[in-house]
């Protein structure tokens, strides 16, 4: 079995920036793709970023556009989510998942899922 691991999650002001990492164990992850989902209270979890197997392809939601960047590193086993001029709207605790049938905004299309880091950003 697998398992995901964020990190890198916190306080910060508006403006701001943070880099998550989602590190992966137990098995290699090189030849799955990787979203990052993010959760609010009382909201649906939702797609941000994602990131096929081999790293050319990348995709955002439309919230974070220019302010996010997802990177890979397989040699590794690990994902990055560098997020950059923070608004307190992408306040939510942020998941990483892995999926063997490419990026996609479903969460059912993920088959292993860390257990987030908490993200929070102060006006």
């Known amino acids: 079995q697998g398992q995901l691991v964020e990190s890198g999650g916190g306080l910060v002001q508006a403006g701001g920036a943070l880099r998550l990492s989602c590190a992966a164990s137990g098995r290699t992850f090189s030849s799955y793709a990787i979203g990052w989902f993010r959760q609010a209270p009382g909201k649906e979890r939702e797609f941000v970023a994602g990131i096929t197997w081999g790293g050319r392809g990348k995709y955002y939601a439309d919230s974070v556009k220019g302010r996010f960047a997802i990177s890979r590193d397989n040699a590794k086993n690990t994902v990055y989510l560098q997020m950059n001029s923070l608004k307190p709207e992408d306040t939510a605790v942020y998941y990483c998942?892995?999926?063997?049938?490419?990026?996609?905004?479903?969460?059912?299309?993920?088959?292993?899922w860390g257990q987030g880091t908490q993200v929070t950003v102060s006006s």
């Open positions: 998942a892995a999926g063997p049938r490419g990026v996609s905004l479903a969460t059912s299309e993920y088959d292993f």
